[in-house]
């Protein structure tokens, strides 16, 4: 098999880590594998460089911070490259831009839009491990860029993509993906299996185990997925595609949370323009708003008026500049008053087995209303149920769902 | 003007210091010039990662060394352009691919075999300040490499040869380069000027202000080099072409190494082929021979028999190898014993002047016989002349040949 191993920041976090995901690589290529090994920086080093740019400016030029933060990743390859040379294994590592990777002119969040492994591909042929800096490309002017949050992920998929690569694992310090964060809820069971789907809205909702774009890249292309822990031996969560046999059931996990505040602007007049009035005031400012929800109100309303409620949720650190950003066009909107909560949370199921059970949602509302638990907004997808919720009674919800959907018995 | 400015470890040490180094660059333009800034890796950075890397392996692979290595400059250079940016200017950093700095493939020690400035050009063109990573290039496989000791003057003469610029500024820890080590000799004075040919003669000597390769690089292109203080405003040295001036005083500089070791082999066979045989044995073993005597032996040796004593001195280094080679291959060259002595020093005197004054080495001796200080070996250039003597009398030695020659009273 030709396999992408992708090494997280903690894992590769002191030499003696090191050494560990070296012996690790090379005990999967005497299996008689192909080995690729992607790895980030190593833990602390990719904040360090970020604070010492921030200290010479605040808003850092993000071509140059770029080429600053690019070297966390090019440490760490040579460190592991080196370290296989004290196992008595040869191996080569490549830079982001050596192994090819294009990508588009976004500082600090650039996309890959183009794939060259050639020297890679040399590489393996001649039975060498290969190590690849992740996080980080070359654009069209030959400047370096990197990936933003989450970026040796995405090196990783791409590169498995680009080497049609039979496998891509992720190692990280969880044992894999979990029905529900085994932190609130002790009968949290890791799942063998996910589709991409699921996973997708698992990230989005709040699962930090891997990144959204890495996923829908993977999916794109088929790439098989397995998250694992990088100092276990066992087997992790296999993200692919959905099968029959996820559909029979409808819930697969339950997510939470906390980082999100709702904004409300009362009685705004129920007139076709004002949402998008709102809306592209909020995303000019580069908030992305998640929930929106448009009621009409009854309260404090003149009899007869045409008047609704507008409520949107935003991330918490947003919370404050969208609240100002609203009380200052309050007038210039309509809206009586702007009502704001930061003390909310976001309690999730999802499963693609949704589409073809019914009842799910009734399910889920009368497992929180048997706790006492009010549903402030709620939002669904094909293969997914939100509900905002008061963030006390978070832990809570998840507890309760993961009991009525009877996760704790997951198959596979 | 185009003026390349290259300042050292120590200057950018701190991003305090950086910032103090972007004024400086600054002021520079503001003056009307074009600047191009060449930086080093902040101090301690380069020795940090060295020891990183041999944790891993005592002798790691150099490509991997190199492309951990030269993450110091890529570092300096990207919080210099920040730095800048705070103070209002905009400055774009270049790596050394990224300003066309070609090498062969020697890892840890590259030569630039070739350079390709056009990026810098056009941001030149654009009025912008541009800042290069000193020592570092890529090779014609596109993996990046090291320069070895002194990489960044080289990398800084090069550009300046390739932009054909007026002047390149060697920004450093010392006030220019001195008629001797002023911490020898307090009557040691800076020179205004020194020719190439000197200031190689120097460098190799043990004077550690510049590095011998850029020397022999900006002397082949002719490029005007000034070595001066970084947080000085003060002229330092300029070093250029030979001149009349400079001919009329024999000896414009004194230097003592005491990094090397004597190895003496008694009562050798006296053929042909006994010296090459001794050499080559050691220069397979990557020893590097500075001075070397064959004398005739009168002591130990049967009448008429056709025996000399062969010595050479190495560095202090590689003076244990040497002396065990020496030992197992003793019976070989039909050696009676190896002697060795690593309580030596070298003092040179240097100066163009010497072409066409006669007696500079009878004045030498002299002045070294009045302080009852014997001289064991003897070599001799054009412009300079060479004493090993023993280790203790190097400092008293330095003195005393920099009264003799007046060096006190060098003009210019």
């Given at each position: ?12 976090a ?31 080093e ?31 390859i040579?460190?592991?490259a ?16 050596q ?6 002119d976004?500082?600090?969040?650039a996309?890959i839009?183009d794939?060259?492994?050639a020297?890679i ?11 690849v ?6 654009n069209?002017h030959?400047d370096?860029?990197?990936l ?9 998929v791409a590169?498995?993509i680009?080497?049609k ?14 029905t ?6 002790e009968?949290?069971?890791k ?20 990144e959204?774009?890495?996923?829908e ?8 997925i ?6 276990s ?8 595609k959905?099968?029959?046999?996820m ?7 339950v ?18 323009g ?9 995303s ?5 708003v998640?929930m929106?929800i ?8 003149p009899?007869?008026a045409?008047?609704?409620d507008f ?5 918490l650190?947003?919370y404050?500049k969208?609240?100002?950003l609203?009380?200052?066009a ?9 009502v ?7 309690v ?14 009734a ?12 549903l402030s ?10 509900c905002v ?10 507890r ?8 704790d018995?997951?198959?596979g």
């Amino acid at each position: 098999m030709r396999i992408v191993q992708k090494y997280g920041g903690s894992s590769v976090a002191t030499l003696e880590l090191i050494r560990g995901v070296a012996k690790r690589a090379i005990a999967t290529k005497n299996e008689g594998h192909e080995v690729v090994v992607v790895l980030s920086a190593m833990k602390g080093e990719t904040d360090r460089l970020l604070q010492l740019a921030m200290e010479a400016h605040p808003s850092p030029e993000p071509r140059e911070l770029d080429s600053v933060l690019a070297t966390g990743e090019q440490v760490s390859i040579g460190l592991f490259a080196i370290s296989c040379q004290a196992l008595g294994e040869k191996v080569k590592s490549f830079l982001g831009f050596q192994a090819g990777v294009k990508t588009d002119d976004q500082h600090g969040r650039a996309r890959i839009t183009d794939l060259d492994p050639a020297r890679i591909r040399t590489e393996l042929a001649k039975g060498r491990i290969v190590a690849v800096a992740g996080f980080q490309g070359i654009n069209r002017h030959g400047d370096l860029t990197t990936l933003g949050r989450g970026g040796s992920d995405a090196t990783a998929v791409a590169l498995a993509i680009g080497l049609k690569a039979d496998l891509c694992e992720i190692y990280t310090d969880v044992e894999g993906i979990y029905t529900t964060d085994p932190h609130i809820c002790e009968k949290a069971r890791k799942m063998e299996r996910i589709c991409y789907e699921e996973m997708l809205e698992l990230a989005s909702l709040g699962a930090k185990v891997m990144e959204i774009r890495s996923v829908e890249l993977g999916m794109n292309y088929g790439v098989q997925i397995h998250v694992r822990h990088a100092h276990s031996q066992a087997t992790g969560t296999l993200i692919l595609k959905e099968d029959s046999e996820m559909e029979k059931t409808p819930v697969r996990g339950v997510t939470l949370s906390v980082n999100e505040a709702r904004v409300t602007l009362l009685n705004v007049p129920d007139q076709p323009g004002v949402a998008s009035r709102i809306l592209s005031l909020v995303s000019k400012a580069g908030v992305v708003v998640d929930m929106i929800i448009q009621n009409r109100s009854f309260s404090d309303v003149p009899e007869g008026a045409k008047l609704t409620d507008f409520s949107f949720t935003v991330p918490l650190t947003d919370y404050p500049k969208t609240m100002e950003l609203m009380e200052a066009a309050r007038e210039e909107i309509g809206a009586s008053r702007v009502v704001g909560d930061d003390t909310i949370a976001k309690v999730s199921i999802v499963g693609v087995g949704m589409r073809n059970h019914a009842g799910v949602a009734a399910l889920m509302f009368q497992a929180l209303a048997k706790e006492n638990i009010n549903l402030s907004m709620i939002s669904t997808s094909e293969i997914k149920i939100s509900c905002v919720i008061e963030k006390k009674y978070g832990e809570l919800a998840v507890r309760a769902l993961h009991e009525a959907f009877e996760l704790d018995k997951l198959e596979g």
